[in-house]
């Protein structure tokens, strides 16, 4: 657990910076309550809990419902105070609002208040064999059949294929739903429910961008679509209300913030795009958190990919306000490469320590890392991939791993800034990025040279939470932040400065190692039999035994070093 505090010279009194606002920002690693002067946008305290993931089976990931709720109680309570230590009034902050992790998957019984399991993670993979039976429903069975309703994929990501595993997987399940009590909801739900009174006239409420992740909304209509619930068999009693992104929900019943109302609910990234004020067609950001996420926003227009990114809703700051969408490209692993790196491979103590093992390499020394732990997101989408690493030599040592996990994060954005604007015909001129991994300087200076442009990193890396706080502030009857009279964030540039030749060069060898990462989990229906097995397995050239051996010998040596 963690807590920060606004300081200043002469120190703050009540009142005196005006209103605030407090945002929720519950994510998949931590849950943070952070509390924001609406006129400056300055972060004045936050206190922040890690949530811990349980990986039941592999590819697999879950998290406690009731710790999630727990972690934002415990978050409130502490910045509440923190601001009476700077003697704040936080009878100052006006509303709240929330971002969340998105389709990570919550369903409980709305007569008791009980989770019915525990949350299912978007980045959790089970639903494979549940992808690739909807699949068989569709003509052909294309993934994108679906795309023109809802904007997305048939895949393992969103929330309606999470939803549809556990009516089938999950007696308990099945049965609070056949007596008319299952409340289904993303992590945004689960919270407004409860801090709106839960079995006491609780709210079962969402907003469009986090709808816009379930493949339930039409996203033409922002309402649920009778025809995608019929398709997924999932019933729409279950499904909560949907609003806009900036609204008052509904107050809180209890704590120290008892009658503050909750008025702004954004997904994450898409928080993240208006706290860095991409709120104009054709700006674009970038999250680098356990997964990596880049929101172009396309205005009043839905753009359909052809390239393998996302439509989905950007915001719609009120009731009354125009819906604004965007183009997504989805990157599933990103600073969970680095977590591997520590937990798995002892490679480095904290994640922290990844940029100071990658400095005493000049590059990878031609390794090169796919991260597909459970297959690819955007632009591929493919379930089949697992993870690879490429161009190993005796050579090789945990610092060239180290730089070509950070690389990694950096290809996966390339592929996406080219499906953009392959989608768009736009170029960008400028990445605006943030997220937990930007504070790694290789990281970002990485990424403006394998994307060939500059790369604005804000001085107040809050983006995430202050674009919630904004919609909160700001919507109908709160009113205390003015969206019209935005400072723009101060920013460390990075430009690249590496040769066009050597870009797309390390960028070819990245597209190779792609490639063989494919086709390597094989439909459950076609898993070998113990000779196939035999048989694959003597078909295997010498040199990729060695390239394996040589792996597994570098890291036993570093283990055994440190």
């Given at each position: ?205 969402t907003d469009v961008t986090n709808a816009s992740r379930t493949m339930l909304m039409n996203i ?159 632009p591929y989408w493919r379930t089949d991939a697992r993870g690879t690493i490429c161009g190993l030599t005796q050579g090789s040592t945990g610092a ?163």
């Open positions: 657990m963690s807590s920060g505090m606004w300081s200043a010279s002469n120190g703050p009194v009540s009142g005196r910076l005006g209103p605030l606002v407090g945002a929720v920002d519950q994510g998949t690693s931590s849950t943070r309550f952070l509390v924001f002067s609406a006129n400056t946008g300055e972060v004045l305290t936050y206190h922040q809990e890690e949530v811990a993931q349980i990986y039941p089976n592999e590819g697999w990931v879950e998290q406690d419902c009731n710790g999630l709720l727990k972690s934002v109680h415990t978050c409130i309570e502490k910045a509440v105070e923190n601001l009476k230590s700077l003697e704040i009034d936080p009878a100052d902050i006006k509303a709240i609002g929330i971002t969340n992790q998105r389709e990570t998957t919550i369903v409980w019984d709305k007569t008791t208040g009980k989770p019915l399991y525990n949350a299912i993670v978007w980045l959790d993979a089970r639903t494979a064999s549940t992808v690739d039976a909807v699949l068989k429903e569709t003509p052909g069975q294309n993934k994108d059949y679906l795309k023109d309703l809802c904007g997305l994929p048939i895949t393992t990501y969103f929330s309606a294929l999470k939803l549809r595993w556990l009516l089938d997987n999950v007696p308990e399940v099945q049965e609070v739903a056949e007596k008319g009590n299952l409340f289904f909801g993303t992590v945004d739900s689960w919270l407004l429910w409860n801090m709106t009174g839960g079995l006491e006239g609780g709210l079962h409420v033409t209509t922002l309402k649920w679509d009778a025809n995608l619930c019929k398709f997924f068999k999932i019933p729409m009693s279950v499904l909560p209300e949907i609003r806009s992104s900036a609204e008052i929900y509904g107050y809180i019943t209890d704590g120290p913030l008892l009658g503050i109302p909750i008025s702004g609910v954004l997904g994450d990234q898409q928080a993240a795009l208006v706290g860095q004020m991409c709120l104009s067609r054709g700006q674009a950001k970038n999250t680098y958190g356990t997964g990596c996420f880049l929101l172009y926003n396309t205005g009043t227009q839905i753009v359909q990919s052809d390239h393998g990114l996302l439509t989905t809703v950007a915001y719609k700051l009120g009731k009354k306000a125009p819906t604004i969408y965007a183009l997504e490209g989805s990157v599933a692993i990103a600073g969970a490469a680095v977590r591997w790196l520590r937990d798995n491979l002892s490679i480095i103590q904290s994640s922290a320590d990844i940029e100071k093992l990658a400095k005493t390499v000049k590059d990878s020394g031609g390794v090169y890392f796919v991260p597909a732990f459970s297959g690819l997101f955007a060239h791993l180290a730089r070509a996990v950070l690389e990694a994060v950096c290809f996966q954005t390339r592929e996406i800034l080219d499906a953009m604007q392959k989608d768009s015909g736009i170029t960008l001129n400028k990445l605006q990025v943030d997220g937990g991994m930007t504070g790694n300087n290789i990281l970002m200076q990485l990424q403006a040279d394998i994307a060939g442009v500059p790369v604005a990193r804000p001085s107040m890396t809050e983006t995430t939470s202050l674009g919630a706080a904004m919609a909160a502030g700001a919507a109908e009857g709160i009113e205390v932040w003015d969206l019209t009279k935005l400072t723009p964030l101060t920013t460390d540039d990075f430009t690249p400065a590496i040769m066009p030749e050597e870009r797309e060069m390390r960028y070819e060898k990245w597209c190779m190692a792609v490639k063989r990462c494919m086709d390597w989990e094989l439909p459950r229906d076609k898993q070998p039999g113990p000779d196939q097995e035999y048989r694959l397995l003597s078909s295997v050239p010498p040199g990729l035994f060695l390239l394996s051996s040589c792996f597994i010998l570098m890291v036993a040596s570093h283990l055994h070093r440190s």
